[in-house]
């Protein structure tokens, strides 16, 4: 168990103010405080020292005041104190399974000292968690570490639930992905190979083009900011028509993806990262082919299958030890890294899951 009295200089990222647009890193603070390594006297509380923090596009939302009840709550800006000059707001937080963890000290029976953990947790070198519906031991432990922020994390879950339970493959089925080389993308067409179908994925570099085609083995894969057609690019690599899209984008590509889906087609609405920063989202003009072609189009959030979190990492892992897929990491090091990463995302900085690492086990 920690030391009686310990103390440590805990760094955080605390979120600024409400914005506008794109973020910047000014709209996080590099902050410390003194935390104690030790869980309150009859708390049932887990300490843990952060190792690895995933940075995540959503993440954005949050840093906006909401106009409407979503899924999860704004950050609270910071502030001061008049009278005590202390500042204050939201610590970045993860939303479900996004942080892996070792336990210093711990009052749950559950938990104990050198525990590896994964769960929600937040933008901070230690965190003191009360609330731990969703902290779990890590089960496998001869794969690296930080894949619990990725291929068998959140992002894992996402493109697992979202492909084999809303999109509902079968066989030599056409299958488009967009923003395929991320977190999510570059699994589902992964999934999709390994079902049988054939896939293609957009992505925003030659480079990100490069490594669908190489290594995660999309059939093909184009660069959308070299097609000034959007519509005609589609139409080129699926002349008979796109049977699933899986959508991290949203905006023309949805639109123009619309007008080349096959009868009954079905769409995984996963994220919509190309309208998150603009004051006035893109209108979609092209829903009247949901009825023609009778395309089922669903949103999804990944906690509302949880329950498929067991099978979904048994099967995973398996895939991962067999070789029968692989994930690409792109790792910052170090919490003052974190601000700009999470910038990074939304310019296309990235290739593969960002992670930030605190401490490298």
Known sequence: MAEEGAEVCNKQIIFRDYITGFPKESDMVLSSSKMSLKVPQGSKAVLVKNLYLSCDPYMRNRMEKLKAASYIDSFVPRSTCKLCSYSFGSLLIGFVLLGVAKVIDSGHEEFKEGDIVWGRTGWEEFTLLTELETLSKIKYTDLPLS?????????????????????????????????????????????????????????????????????????????????????????????????????????????????????????????????????????????????????????????????????????????LKEGKIVYVEDTVNGLESAPAALVGLFTGRNVGKQVVAIEHL
């Open 147 to 319: 894949y619990y922020t990725g291929v068998l994390g959140m992002p894992g879950l996402t493109a697992f639930v979202g492909f084999y339970e809303v999109c509902s493959p079968k066989e030599k089925e056409y299958v488009f992905v967009s923003a395929a080389s991320g977190a999510v993308g570059q699994l589902v067409g992964q999934f999709a190979k390994l079902t049988g179908c054939y896939v293609v994925g957009s992505a925003g570099s030659k480079e990100k083009v490069d490594l669908l085609k190489n290594k995660f083995g999309f059939d093909e894969a184009f660069n959308y900011k070299e097609e000034p057609d959007l519509d005609a690019a589609l139409k080129r690599y699926f002349p008979e028509g796109i049977d699933i899209y899986f959508d991290n984008v949203g905006g023309t590509m949805l639109d123009a993806v619309l007008l080349n889906m096959r009868l009954h087609g079905r769409i995984a609405v996963c994220g919509m990262i190309s309208q998150y920063s603009l004051d006035n989202p893109q209108g979609i003009h092209n829903l009247t082919n949901l009825i023609s072609k009778r395309i089922r189009m669903e949103g999804f959030l990944v906690f509302d299958y949880i329950a498929v979190q067991p099978k979904f990492e048994e099967q995973v892992h398996r895939y």
